[in-house]
C-alpha cells in the first residue's frame, strides 16, 4: 500500500475508537476467479448477479458472477485490459477498458455486444455506475490525467451532464439510482471526502470517521432507498512514515453510518449495495485482493463499538507485525 510521507497527523496512540455507528459482517462470501491473482467486486445488481475485474496473463479482464457462482468472463476486443465496474437488473454491464495510455467507457448487452463511449473532447472516460433507467455514471479527464470530473450519461447516449463538487479539485461519480442521485467522492486539494448529488444538481458532502485520524471518505455505490457504501482511510505509523488502513462503510440516508472490518484484512473496500443490502467489494490479506458479497448488520451500540474495537486491535497488530517485517 503507498504511503503518503506528506501527511503530517501525529502518532497513532489509539486503537478502536469509533462512532456510535457501528456494524459486522453477517456473513463473507469470498469470490476470485479461477487462475486470476487478484480480483475485485465492484456492482451488484437486485438479482444478486455481480460485475468485476481479475488480473491474470499480465491483465485486467472483466466478469459477471451469478448468485449460484457461476461466473463468465469478457474481454473489449483490442483492448490492453478491461474493467467491469456497474451491472442494473436488466444485465447491462458498464466499465472502462485501456486502449494503452487512455480508457474509454463502455456499456455491454446481455448479448455481448459492446457499445463504447467518451465523453465530448475527454481523453479518458471512465464508466462506473448503471442504474435500471439506462443512466451510466462516471469520471472523465480532459488531459488524461490530473483532472476528473463527474458525468452523467442518458440512457440512449446522446447526451452527458457532467458536473463538480463543490469545492473540488478532482471529483468521481461512482454510483447513480433510479432516482437520479448520484454518489461519489472529491479531492479538495487537502483531503477527499463523500458526497450525494441530487438530481436538481445539489450536493450534500459528508466524512465518515473511523479515529480521530481519518483521511478520507471515499464514496461508491448507492441503492434506491438513498444508502451508499464506501471506505475511509486511516493512518497506521512506523519510523518511515503512515501506512493506511481502509475500512468499509454503509451510510444510511438520514447521515448515520456502519463501519464494518473484514478480519483479518486492514484494507477492506465497499463498492456497491442493491437493494437487498446486499454489498459487493474486495479485501486484501496477504498482499492478494478477493472480491467478496455480504450483508451489513446492524449491531446494538455498545456490542458493536466492542465488536469493532476488538477488530481493529486485530488488525492494527496485523499491520504492526508486517511493518516489523519490513524494517
Not at 442518458?154 to 463543490?166: C, H, I, L, N, V
Amino acid at each position: 500500500m503507498s504511503r503518503f510521507r506528506a501527511f503530517v497527523l501525529g502518532p497513532l496512540a489509539f486503537v478502536g475508537v469509533l462512532t456510535s455507528h457501528a456494524a459486522l459482517a453477517d456473513s463473507i462470501i469470498t469470490v476470485d476467479v479461477p487462475g486470476s491473482t487478484s480480483t475485485t467486486l465492484n456492482g451488484i445488481n437486485d438479482t444478486g448477479v455481480a460485475v468485476g475485474s481479475y488480473d491474470a496473463s499480465f491483465a485486467t479482464h472483466a466478469f459477471i458472477r451469478q448468485p449460484d457462482g457461476t461466473i463468465s468472463t469478457f474481454d473489449v476486443a483490442g483492448a490492453v485490459s478491461t474493467y467491469g465496474q456497474g451491472i442494473n437488473n436488466a444485465g447491462l454491464v458498464t466499465g472502462y477498458y485501456d486502449i494503452g495510455g487512455a480508457y474509454v467507457g463502455y456499456l455491454r448487452a446481455t448479448d455481448g455486444t459492446i457499445t463504447s463511449f467518451t465523453v465530448p473532447l475527454a481523453l479518458s472516460t471512465q464508466g462506473f455506475g448503471i442504474n435500471n433507467l439506462g443512466q451510466i455514471v462516471g469520471t472523465y479527464s480532459l488531459s488524461g490525467s490530473l483532472d476528473f470530473h463527474g458525468f452523467i450519461r442518458s440512457a440512449d447516449g446522446s447526451s452527458f451532464t457532467t458536473f463538480d463538487a463543490p469545492g473540488a479539485v478532482w471529483t468521481y461519480a461512482q454510483g447513480i439510482n433510479d432516482s437520479g442521485v448520484v454518489s461519489g467522492f472529491y479531492f479538495d486539494g487537502a483531503a477527499f471526502h463523500g458526497y450525494l448529488r441530487a438530481t436538481d444538481g445539489s450536493f450534500t458532502t459528508y466524512d465518515v470517521v473511523a479515529s480521530p485520524f481519518s483521511a478520507g471518505t471515499f464514496g461508491n455505490g448507492i441503492n434506491d432507498l438513498g444508502t451508499t457504501v464506501g471506505y475511509v482511510l486511516d493512518p497506521v505509523f512506523d519510523s518511515s512514515g503512515p501506512l493506511f488502513t481502509a475500512t468499509g462503510f454503509v451510510r444510511q440516508s438520514d447521515g448515520t453510518y456502519q463501519l464494518f472490518p473484514i478480519p483479518p484484512s486492514y484494507l477492506v473496500y465497499a463498492m456497491d449495495i442493491n437493494n437487498s443490502n446486499q454489498i459487493v467489494g474486495q479485501y486484501v490479506v496477504d498482499g492478494v485482493t478477493h472480491g467478496f458479497i455480504t450483508q451489513a448488520v446492524p449491531e446494538p451500540g455498545a456490542y458493536a463499538m466492542l465488536a469493532t474495537g476488538v477488530s481493529l486491535l486485530s488488525l492494527a497488530s496485523s499491520v504492526r507485525r508486517r511493518l516489523s517485517c519490513r524494517s
